[in-house]
């Protein structure tokens, strides 16, 4: 079971996301999971992948223009229907509560859709996810810097448990959708 997970990062938040959510999808026995940033990632090996998780920063409520130039390569895989079927996943960061969060995912679900693809989410019966989530995918808030001299904000521990259970869901879910059963090898 391949499983692709691309992102666009600013500043390492998005992609501490997108590691937790690699980690995530590793646990799963079987899972063989790639990372790449949109600037490496390559289009041509998505029709090998069984599942594909996107993410980026929410800028201003939408998608980053790094990761919306990435999703406008898709353009011959969607003629071909070569991504129908595949499962997809989304999550993304923003730097202010209300940032747009899930009108960000909203808007990376919306290609896959186009594309064929099955959505995988997040339940309220993970806790983080109940608390403070979204069925969508993982959209987590990382407060602006007020200097450039301060620490990066990163994702919360509550905010990568999130990214993981997305990582691991999608792996299971992809699992069975493949005719495969994997179960979970660690947490």
């Given at each position: 079971m391949k499983i692709y997970v691309v992102y666009d990062s600013d500043n390492g938040h998005t992609e501490a996301l997108a590691r937790s959510i690699t980690d995530g999808a590793g646990t799963v026995a079987g899972a063989d999971v790639y990372m790449d940033h949109v600037r490496e990632a390559d289009v041509n090996r998505l029709p090998d992948m069984d599942a594909l998780i996107w993410g980026c920063p929410g800028h201003f409520g939408t998608i980053s223009a790094g990761m919306k130039t990435w999703i406008d390569k898709l353009g011959y895989l969607w003629a071909r229907g070569e991504l129908i079927g595949k499962v997809g996943g989304v999550?993304?960061?923003?730097?202010?509560?209300?940032?747009?969060?899930?009108?960000?995912?909203?808007?990376?679900i919306t290609p896959m859709l186009h594309q064929g693809m099955i959505i995988v989410g997040l339940p309220a019966s993970i806790p983080e996810n109940a608390l403070y989530g979204s069925y969508y995918g993982v959209g987590v808030t990382c407060p602006v810097e007020t200097s450039a001299n301060d620490p990066i904000n990163l994702p919360t521990e509550n905010d990568l448990a999130l990214g993981r259970a997305l990582g691991q869901r999608v792996a299971v879910v992809t699992g069975r959708m493949i005719g495969q059963s994997h179960p979970i090898t660690k947490r």
């Open positions: 999550f993304c960061t923003t730097a202010t509560v209300h940032g747009g969060v899930e009108a960000t995912m909203l808007n990376l």
